[in-house]
């Protein structure tokens, strides 16, 4: 192999923390950290007027709401709003994560739960335990986040057709309106579907 073989190839290694990727993964990967990357500078920028100004927020019925990382302001309107349960599937280490989330939700009177979802490894195990969390709390409004609502909307989309039943089309119609899976969600996607009957 020629030298600048090897340095592509270890830079390659670098970037993806010796993940595997093929080119075009790559590409759609930096296509889609850039968009996110303006997504969150726009909505901080924007003047808030209520909970729709929220990072991607996206209702999804009369118990869930979605959205991306809402700032500690934002979390207090959630609660205004009446939501009583807050589930972050990002982890902690999460570009944009407010790191005293957990207290600030606590002491508006909320119940937090944290679903660490790593990104390049969505489990099924991840997604088990979310339905659980979803489940026990079926009976008071949910605000699920992420950092961008990208791994939320995917699992939002899984648990509305898996167990609420919800038609596919429109499970998935409402996933599409934040972003359209990268190969390794979507691979994640059809291996949820075919282990859950």
């Not at 970037?15 to 093929?22: F, I, N, P, S």
């Not at 889609?32 to 100004?53: A, C, F, N």
């Not at 205004?80 to 939700?105: C, D, F, H, R």
């Not at 986040?145 to 596919?168: I, T």
């Amino acid at each position: 192999m020629c030298k600048t073989g090897v340095v592509s190839s270890n830079l390659l290694s670098a970037l993806t923390g010796g993940l595997e990727m093929k080119p075009q993964n790559i590409f759609s990967d930096i296509v889609l950290y850039g968009r996110s990357t303006w997504q969150i500078v726009r909505s901080r920028l924007r003047p808030k007027q209520g909970i729709e100004d929220i990072l991607n927020y996206r209702y999804i019925s009369d118990k869930i709401a979605t959205s991306g990382q809402p700032t500690s302001a934002e979390l207090e309107l959630i609660s205004q709003v009446g939501y009583k349960t807050i589930v972050n599937l990002a982890p902690p280490t999460a570009s944009n994560a407010l790191p005293e989330e957990q207290a600030i939700v606590t002491r508006l009177g909320m119940d937090y739960i944290n679903i660490p979802v790593v990104w390049e490894h969505p489990t099924l195990a991840d997604f088990t335990q979310f339905c659980d969390v979803m489940e026990h709390h079926n009976d008071q409004p949910i605000f699920v986040h992420c950092a961008m609502n990208m791994r939320v909307s995917a699992f939002v989309y899984l648990y509305r057709r898996l167990k609420l039943g919800v038609p596919d089309s429109d499970a998935y119609s409402a996933m599409q309106t934040v972003w359209e899976p990268n190969a390794t969600w979507r691979e994640f996607i059809e291996t949820t579907i075919a282990s859950c009957p």
